[in-house]
């Protein structure tokens, strides 16, 4: 009879193989692609020629609408349950390239993890014929929270997080220590790889503080409607001086972070 010890070593081998790393590799495609749309559709806001929602939600959307639309947005549903099943993997038996011991990258997994399973069920949602725009929903909830006693307390401390969050964004694409998964990148492709995930998040990161900014905003002015996402962060930005421009970078950082995503599905250690 195996003993406890046994069975974890034995779940742990199953987290680090094959099936694993395929659904690994299938849910950072699917990432990068949802972010490479976001990126679009933010350059297009700027410039005008849209008025799509930039956020995940609106992204799919947007491809839902299109022709064989139905058929991408099934696909990246798998691949946001797939990346979602690998992150909690990860959660739960460590993370590649990291100390075994090391509890920070595990928990990013956790969240990571979830996050992208509740995208996973946005995207059903979506195929289910639900168009409810995401910072819509995003607003209602601050609402909701902002009616409790205290509730104002809990979204500014939300919007801190956020905040924390965008910065170490920042701070790791400035730095490029993701770099550190890339063992197997082939010596040509790794200025292209490290360019594309420090502008990719960097800017990602920047958007994230933005929208962390408005939340604590929302909550200091006790006004639900200041408080969103990413789609919120991006529509707050085309309403300031130079916003348009500034929406377009944004769009360009977000789609060089989405390559990066699909240098990440190719090469990525998992």
């Known amino acids: ?68 639309g139905t058929v991408l947005v099934v696909l990246l549903a798998i691949g946001f349950a797939a990346y979602a099943v690998w992150r909690l993997s990860e959660a739960a038996f460590g993370v590649t390239g990291e100390p075994p011991g090391k509890k920070g990258p595990r928990l990013q997994s956790l969240a990571r993890g979830i996050a992208y399973l509740v995208l996973f069920f946005s995207a059903v949602s979506i195929l289910l014929g639900s168009r409810t725009p995401q910072s819509s929903q995003q607003r209602s909830l601050t609402a909701q929270v902002m009616s409790h006693p205290g509730g104002r307390v809990v979204i500014a ?59 604590v905003s929302a909550a200091w002015t006790a006004s639900p409607g200041k408080a969103g996402g990413i789609d919120t962060a991006i529509r707050t930005t085309l309403e300031q001086p130079y916003g348009r421009w500034l929406v377009v970078v944004a769009g360009l950082a977000l789609m060089a972070f989405g390559v990066y995503g699909l240098f990440e599905a190719r090469y990525r250690r998992v």
Request: hydrophobic share 55%.
């Open 157 to 215: 401390a939300i919007g801190v997080v956020i905040v924390a969050v965008g910065l170490w964004m920042v701070l790791d694409g400035w730095t490029a220590k993701f770099m550190k998964y890339f063992k197997s990148l082939p010596s040509r492709l790794r200025t292209t790889a490290r360019r594309l995930g420090q502008t990719g998040t960097v800017g990602r990161g920047l958007v994230f503080a933005l929208v962390g900014v408005l939340f």
């Open 1 to 68: 009879m195996k003993s406890p010890s046994d069975v974890v070593d034995a779940v742990a081998g199953a987290a680090e193989s094959k099936p694993i790393s395929a659904l690994a590799r299938a849910g950072l495609m699917a990432r990068g692609l949802i972010w490479l749309i976001m990126g679009v559709l933010a350059v297009a806001l700027g410039i005008g020629h849209s008025s799509q929602h930039v956020d995940q939600r609106g992204a799919l959307s947007q491809l839902a609408s299109e022709p064989f």
